[in-house]
């Protein structure tokens, strides 16, 4: 069986064998010896000049490799905008090294020119991947969808995950503090034209936040010159039922004021089913009845996102730039239909029981920000962050129950109604200095963060008809949490060496009071936060790197709330308010060849790892998911990487970590005794980018990614996970006018059930939210749309942590 599971692999894996030991390489300069990156340069056939054999495009230093040659006589083409073309006669024999190229000025350069869609590039840096996407066929489609094609980058129930841990996003290496719900609401309402790359950070060095695992760090366009643009834009999506978005986009720029402002409208109607099993045993372990259920949740809404920004420019050393974002979605409906069938121990039906659940929530998320940024003496640079966050959410649930004998005749009915609100304000501010002294760059900066939030649930019965508050099952919890910090780092380059190290202290004081239970969580800690890169370069194809870092993950507010999200009457989540941070530490050694081909073995350890765990009680029969801290979490994985280009119209990025999981957490339901979920198992993906066209103006994806096995807190996966999807893109009229078409999840197998079974657990739940659809995209662009723009949107500072139940 597993060598069934890692079949894919041997189809995935197929860019990793495009490369050979025979190679031509040089580099590509201007007149003053200045490196010409991304030049295409094509290696013709000497008999026939037309005939292309192989293709690349020149790194950011100028250089150049096309491996997989035979020995032969061919001419060498070099061309790039601006410059005339180049054309010579290489001979190649083995690994061939050709002296630098000199690309001469063409006397009609263009001031503007149009960037055609090009292909995604991954490079690697000391301490990050970059993933670069501006002007690529993922650049019409929305910010969530590039985050989701990103290389290492997982999507697993509705989280974004880097090496197997939730990933925390920031926008301009500024953290956004959002709920993975609202995340991703907003990220899938704002267009990826606005986006120039992403970073993969597995090991974030002492400037970012302590706080959570690995950094997804967004770059956005910068602004270049003066003047007007404005685009539109649309898109529909066909699935099992149909989402639409539009969208319109203005910037204008003088020599002084930069202004942009965006507005996205985004319809959705979502359809989720779920299949749900448990089977209760006796106190002496023998099965006693299984529980099938099948959901379906239908849900409707629409959203309204604003996003302006200011940009004011003081002095030829100062800025300072204002900026809001405001996301509304005033009505969400969702109706959720449910029918459970009961069995007894021989298989035969014993009862049933259907669930008629609604649920309307309204949701307002108010973002503001202010920087200030001068340089300081030639290289050195202040920046002054400050950031406002309210969030708003309410909720009304309503749920009846109806129990039926076997045969159908009724027995009773239940029924309640929950009413649920959340309302957090957020205040941060820090103070960031760097400055060079020498070939040594230093960064030093303090922080501070406020999170006070008011969150509550009251509970009424109406089996009367009339409500009948409960208090029992009813709360509200007043949370309060500071945290202090400071950093310090330095990076040095010297010979083939390089390094970065810095240090992190955070002090956090946190306070939460329970109505119902007093005084339930009062912490105070001071924590160090170490990081360390080192890098060896021992010649041009080969380096070598070390990296370690220590980190926190503080429990989420959703995982503090005392009160109860239902499912049904039997089938509900919590929180837990006595949760303790989790600690980690992460060690990495790396080798790459060629900037290409990448190897990592990678490790690390979570003690109190935070989780939502599902436990079902025997007894009373019922089912709920808390959340609780593991014992410790801890993963192995050794990781390839590969990033080329094959030839002038194709290429692959693929990526594939083989991994081992550990979680240990104590059974709630068996007196707290440890139990381990590991596993072996493995993350594959392969990325193909095609120019389809001579003139750039029509390109091609096609991506693929496989899990064989994977572990989520106590879940196994049943089955494997495999994605294939496919997408286009076209521009018209001079690059105005951009068309995309993608399809994604093509075999509908994204979806996969998960079981959690030990001692005397045997629960499991197959979500199958729509993976399957189509998406058309149509941007249009108007005035001086070659304009570079400071659209960096969506800033925010601190609400990750404000995660709503639903």
Do not use: C
């Amino acid at each position: 069986m597993k060598i069934i599971r890692f079949t894919p692999l041997i189809i995935l894996l197929i860019p990793y064998v495009f490369f050979s030991q025979n190679s031509l390489s040089g580099n590509i300069q201007d007149r003053e010896n200045a490196p010409v990156a991304f030049a295409n340069i094509i290696l013709l056939s000497a008999e026939d000049s037309t005939s292309v054999y192989r293709g690349t495009i020149s790194e950011e230093d100028g250089s150049f490799v096309i491996e997989n040659i035979e020995d032969s006589t061919y001419l060498l083409k070099v061309s790039f905008v601006g410059y005339k073309e180049s054309l010579q006669k290489v001979n190649v024999k083995g690994n061939t090294n050709i002296p630098p190229i000199i690309l001469e000025e063409t006397s009609d350069a263009l001031d503007e020119v149009v960037v055609n869609a090009r292909k995604p590039k991954v490079t690697r840096k000391i301490d990050r991947l970059v993933f670069e996407v501006e002007n690529t066929i993922l650049s019409t489609g929305n910010t969530f969808e590039v985050l989701k094609r990103t290389p290492g980058v997982i999507l697993s129930q509705g989280n974004l995950l880097v090496k197997n841990r939730p990933a925390t996003v920031y926008i301009n290496d500024r953290k956004v503090y959002l709920s993975s719900q609202e995340l991703q609401q907003l990220l899938e309402g704002f267009s990826a034209e606005n986006i120039k790359s992403v970073e993969v950070i597995t090991n974030p060095p002492a400037q970012y936040d302590a706080e959570g695992g690995a950094i997804l760090n967004i770059k956005t366009s910068k602004n270049i010159s003066i003047g007007y643009k404005g685009s539109v834009n649309a898109s529909n999506t066909i699935a099992i039922v149909p989402k639409y978005n539009i969208g319109t986009s203005h910037y204008y720029k003088t020599d002084w004021l930069n202004i942009y402002a965006s507005y996205n409208y985004n319809q959705r109607d979502l359809v989720k089913k779920d299949e749900g099993f448990i089977e209760y045993y006796t106190p002496n372990g023998e099965a006693d009845s299984r529980w099938l259920t099948d959901f379906e949740r239908n849900t409707s809404m629409y959203s309204h996102s604003l996003n302006t920004i200011l940009d004011f420019t003081l002095s030829e050393a100062s800025t300072l730039s204002l900026s809001a974002n405001i996301q509304i979605t005033p009505d969400s409906d969702s109706d959720i239909n449910g029918l459970t069938n009961i069995y007894d121990s021989n298989n035969s039906l014993d009862s049933l029981f259907t669930t008629d659940s609604r649920l309307h929530s309204n949701t307002d998320n108010i973002l503001l920000a202010a920087t200030y940024n001068t340089s300081l003496g030639e290289n050195g640079s202040l920046s002054a962050i400050g950031n406002y966050i309210n969030y708003d959410n309410s909720q009304f649930q309503q749920i009846m129950t109806n129990y039926f004998e076997e045969d159908e005749s009724f027995i009773r009915d239940n029924s309640f109604t929950t009413e649920a609100m959340q309302n957090s304000e957020i205040y941060t501010g820090q103070v960031d200095i760097s400055t060079p002294l020498g070939s040594t760059s230093f960064e030093t900066g303090l922080k501070y963060s406020g999170l006070k939030t008011e969150s509550g649930q009251d509970y009424f019965d109406t089996n009367t008809g009339t409500r009948q508050f409960s208090g029992e099952l009813s709360d509200v919890l007043d949370y309060e949490e500071d945290i202090y910090a400071a950093y310090a780092s330095m990076s040095k380059e010297w010979e083939k060496w390089s390094m970065k190290l810095g240090l992190r202290g955070e002090y956090t004081d946190v306070q939460g009071i329970s109505e119902s239970q007093g005084l339930v969580n009062s912490q105070n800690y001071f924590e160090l936060f170490p990081t360390f890169y080192l890098n060896y370069n021992a010649s041009e194809a080969h380096s070598f790197g070390f990296e370690y870092s220590r980190r926190i993950t503080r429990p989420r507010f959703e995982n503090l709330n005392t009160y109860r999200y239902f499912l049904n009457e039997n089938n509900f989540q919590d929180g837990n308010p006595d949760l303790m941070p989790a600690i980690s530490n992460m060690l990495k050694l790396s080798y790459s060849y060629k900037n290409k081909l990448y190897f990592d073995l990678y490790w690390d350890k979570a003690n109190n790892a935070i989780a939502t765990i599902p436990f079902q009680d025997n007894e009373n029969r019922n089912l709920r998911s808390s959340s609780l801290n593991m014992d410790f979490s801890q993963q192995y994985s050794f990781d390839i990487s590969y990033y080329d280009y094959l030839n002038d119209w194709w290429s692959v990025s693929a990526y594939t970590s083989f991994f081992y999981m550990q979680n240990d957490f104590p059974a709630l339901e068996s007196n707290g005794q440890i139990v381990t979920n590991d596993t072996f198992g493995a993350y594959i993906y392969a990325g193909n980018f095609f120019t389809l066209s001579k003139d750039g103006t029509f390109s091609g994806e096609l991506t693929t990614t496989y899990i064989p096995d994977y572990i989520v807190g106590s879940y196994d996966f049943e089955e494997p996970q495999f994605g294939l999807n496919f997408g286009f893109r076209k521009t018209f009229f001079d690059s105005r006018l951009v068309t995309t078409v993608n399809v994604e999840d093509i075999f509908n197998t994204m979806n996969m059930p998960l079981r959690s079974q030990y001692l005397n657990q045997n629960n499991s739940f197959f979500a199958m939210p729509e993976s399957r659809m189509i998406r058309f995209g149509i941007t249009y662009k108007f005035g001086n749309f070659k304009l570079g723009d400071n659209k960096r949107a969506i800033t925010a500072e601190e609400s990750a942590r404000l995660e709503s139940k639903n």
